[in-house]
């Protein structure tokens, strides 16, 4: 009987980088320190590999540069895969995003954009600030780009894999990685081979419930099964997984099925969360049994001892399930 | 000729003022066919005349900087690219963009060849069959854009180059210094070429001005620096071959600053103006004449006329 190996999270998608290079010899990775591993060690597998490490790209510590030097390879043909130590990274760097969108809209779209951006997102990291921070919304709100949460740890690889091969379509996509998650333990078997198991971008059904059903993406999924586990009702919850575009077909007529709806969200407003509960007054009005009701965190900056605090309560979330559950 | 406040120190002269031109530059004249080169030149300011009539919001004319356009038309190769400013719009059909579709592009209106184009800011072109690359709206983000395209090239191996143009204005955002770093540290084929201005009545504070020289500032940097003066076209393209030839040698990026006079101000001697200096010569070699000045006008006008009437699905204008 073979041992069962346990990896961490961020191992594993080192691995998967790896593998990504030597698939496709277009692909190369931008982004602070990847000749070094990189500041989440995400390319320390690829630099292992001397036939590799020419594609490994150091650059100037800008996202801004960073991002358009991506947009630039790309442009020529490249697939480049952008590692930014935060999401943070991409509100610094916004204008160089914007631009990366645009790419598909511009000169006829006839130049090509692949470029697909890794953040780090939300508390997880014990570092306060920018760390804690979800800039999800801000960048879901931009033209042009595929916005992508990670809602299962261990779905990372193969949402990696399925992003980096544009199987939705060649887009520029952002891949928002919780921190949460990052920092798990996976054991080989808790890990499914083989590909990304639905389509990219499409929404996720965690949990089925009549009680009321639960919208959450990337942190918000593990803490919205807690609090419906905590709450002894029956929810469905629905990781949307995909943020822009929104799985919209799917996310109304998971609303439909209960009329109860909560959405969760990090921080104290957002567009997303906005979005998602205007989608369903629209799309699921005469199904709806009670308000739609949304959960979020504090706003920031919050001091790094604090910054769970960004990320709403399990008992604020159950208590907002009870609300619905019995209204 | 005394040296006026415009004309910039520390380069190498093609053509002196008056039109002259020094003995090592004959071959390469000879080369180009200085009467070729001067109805580029020439069609190149009647372009940005014929722009200047479009109406187009926030547009600024180019007089005075077509020494740029030109060479780099010239210089540019296969499978390179160029990432214009917006004040470059002549390099395209030098690369072989029929006028037709360059009015189109220009207007922003839908034609035969396809619905209306998004090329960044109004007026910008773009061809990906010639290595035009758009003009993104963000200040500086075609220099970025433009270092990506110049990895690749380098990932690559075939020995090219591509280029970028900005103002010197652009010389102290983030992005110029990001990019110049990023060339820097990657030894990018990259040719950065920067129109600056020198400014004799005072520069503003949106110039940005350090010192007089922008090349000094970027041989500070590291970088291989030529300047040029953006009136004497054979010494903007001997610069800027040489540019070439240091990025595609795999010698690292390659930073030509190109002083250039808005002719727009009445002050400006007539020498500052690269046409009329290409003009003097053309005149001391026996190769102007004013018939054929008018000749070549009034055809390139009448394209130009044609062409914009074309775009906007009027019937063409007489040609004048």
Redesign the interface.
């Given at each position: 009987m073979v041992a069962s190996t346990s990896k961490s999270l961020l191992r594993r998608l080192a691995d998967e980088i790896a593998s990504l290079l030597r698939d496709d010899p277009r692909r190369v990775i931008v982004g602070e320190d990847v000749r070094d591993g990189g500041m989440l060690g995400l390319t320390r597998a690829a630099r292992e590999d001397e036939a590799l490490a020419a594609r490994l790209l150091g650059g100037p510590l800008t996202p801004a540069a960073a991002i358009a030097h991506a947009t630039g390879l790309a442009l020529a043909g490249r697939r480049p895969l952008v590692i930014l130590p935060s999401a943070s990274a991409l509100i610094e760097g916004f204008a160089a995003l914007r631009e990366l969108g645009r790419i598909s809209a511009s000169a006829g779209g006839e130049r090509s954009s692949a470029v697909v951006i890794l953040a780090p997102t939300g508390p997880g990291f014990g570092l306060g600030g920018d760390g804690a921070e979800s800039p999800e919304d801000l960048v879901a709100g931009l033209p042009g780009l595929r916005v992508l949460a990670l809602g299962e740890a261990r779905e990372a690889p193969a949402l990696l894999r399925a992003a980096a091969g544009f199987d939705a379509g060649e887009q520029p996509t952002v891949v928002f990685l919780p921190r949460t998650l990052l920092l798990r333990e996976l054991a080989d078997e808790d890990v499914p081979s083989g590909s990304f198991p639905r389509a990219l971008g499409a929404a996720r059904r965690v949990r089925e419930g009549d009680d009321a059903t639960i919208f959450a993406w990337g942190a918000g999924v593990a803490l919205a099964e807690a609090a419906v586990d905590q709450s002894g009702h029956a929810c469905a919850i629905i990781d949307l997984s995909g943020l822009a575009p929104l799985d919209a077909d799917a996310l109304a007529a998971a609303a439909a099925r209960t009329g109860k709806l909560v959405i969760v969200h990090p921080g104290q407003r957002n567009a997303i969360a906005a979005e998602v509960a205007a989608l369903l007054a629209d799309r699921a009005i005469l199904h709806l049994d009670a308000p739609i009701l949304r959960v979020g965190g504090a706003d920031g900056p919050l001091p790094y001892s604090a910054e769970a605090n960004a990320l709403p309560t399990v008992e604020a979330i159950a208590a907002a399930i009870a609300e619905v559950a019995t209204y | 000729m005394e040296q006026s406040p415009w004309d910039p120190e520390g380069v190498a002269v093609g053509l002196d003022p008056e039109g002259h031109l020094g003995d090592a530059a004959r071959p390469l004249v000879d080369a180009l066919e200085p009467r070729a080169l001067y109805k580029r030149l020439v069609a190149a300011r009647l372009l940005d005349h014929r722009l200047g009539r479009v109406g187009l919001p926030m547009w600024a004319p180019a007089a005075g900087e077509e020494a740029v356009s030109v060479a780099v038309a010239l210089l540019l190769g296969d499978g390179e690219?160029i990432y214009p400013g917006l004040r470059d719009l002549a390099i395209a059909p030098m690369l072989g963009m029929d006028l037709d579709e360059l009015a189109r592009q220009v207007l922003g209106l839908p034609g035969e060849r396809?619905?209306a184009?998004?090329?960044?800011r109004p007026g910008a072109i773009?061809?990906?069959d010639l290595g035009v690359?758009?003009a993104?709206?963000?200040l500086g983000?075609h220099l970025?854009?433009?270092?990506?395209?110049?990895?690749?090239?380098k990932?690559a191996g075939g020995g090219k180059a591509s280029a970028v143009i900005f103002g010197e204005g652009l010389t102290t955002t983030?992005?110029f210094h990001?990019?110049v770093?990023?060339t820097a540290?990657?030894d990018l084929p990259l040719v950065l070429i920067c129109k600056s201005q020198l400014w004799p009545e005072g520069a503003p504070p949106e110039a940005g001005l350090f010192g007089d020289s922008v090349a000094e500032r970027m041989a500070a940097c590291g970088l291989w620096t030529r300047r040029a003066d953006g009136a004497d076209v054979i010494g903007v393209y001997t610069a800027l071959e040489q540019a070439f030839t240091h990025a595609r040698d795999g010698r690292g990026p390659a930073f030509v600053e190109v002083v250039v006079t808005p002719l727009y101000n009445p002050d400006v001697p007539a020498h500052r103006d690269p046409v009329e200096r290409l003009r003097r010569f053309l005149d001391h070699e026996g190769l102007w004449t004013p018939a054929f000045e008018e000749a070549l006008e009034r055809e390139i006008l009448g394209q130009l006329d044609r062409a914009f009437a074309y775009a906007r699905g009027a019937a063409p204008e007489e040609p004048r």
């Open positions: - | 690219w396809g619905p184009l998004y090329n960044g773009s061809a990906t690359a758009h993104p709206e963000p983000l970025a854009l433009a270092a990506g395209q110049a990895h690749a090239h990932l983030g992005l990001e990019s770093a990023l540290a990657g």
